[in-house]
């Protein structure tokens, strides 16, 4: 297990840090509440640990051997992560009405979907698979790190929905809300598009 430790401080670190999925669940929750942020959540982290898996069994070296692949997914990724911002910036404050039910939120194959283009998602992926994955036979230490990572990233991605629900109760007025989502919104449009330009 101590070999694990440097693996599960990376997770951490990744997981908790803040990047498009962590800010679009935020915001997602605020609006929407935990409940229906869940899936979103079991969505992006399933998608995560099975990207850390797949590059681990070689299709990390695939993308390396065509960067043109490479910058396609990226900017996929980049413009549906400005296309999300723009949703978040010009959506309406939920109502603050205590009798009104938050309507549903963004599916487990949207959240999964989401992880499969974020460009940080296949970055921390491929230092996984060079830096933890070992060497000789790595499909069942793949498979313990894939595991580990779905374990990690859940109660992470979830610590960012309940800031998310604290903070629409802490908002006692549409405009405060409002300007909540210009900033998240403004926020993962920058942690989009500084992977990009720098």
Partial sequence: MLSLLPFLLF??????????????????????GLGATLPLILGACVSAALVVLVVGLGLGETLLRFPRVQQAMTWAGVLWLSWLAWQIFRSPPPSL??????????????????????????MMA????????????????????????LMVCLPCMTVWALLGVGSARVLSSPAAFKRMNHGLALLLLLSAWLGVLL
């Fill in 11 to 32: 997770a951490f670190v990744a997981s908790i840090t803040p990047g498009p999925t962590n800010i679009l669940v935020l915001s997602h929750s605020a609006r929407r």
């Fill in 97 to 122: 009405d205590a009798g009104d039910t938050p309507d549903r939120g963004m599916s487990v194959l949207a959240g999964a979907g989401l992880q499969v283009i974020n460009p940080k998602v296949w």
């Fill in 126 to 149: 491929v230092a996984v698979a060079s830096v933890f994955a070992g060497d000789g036979e790595q499909t069942a230490r793949l498979l313990l790190l894939s595991a580990l990572f």
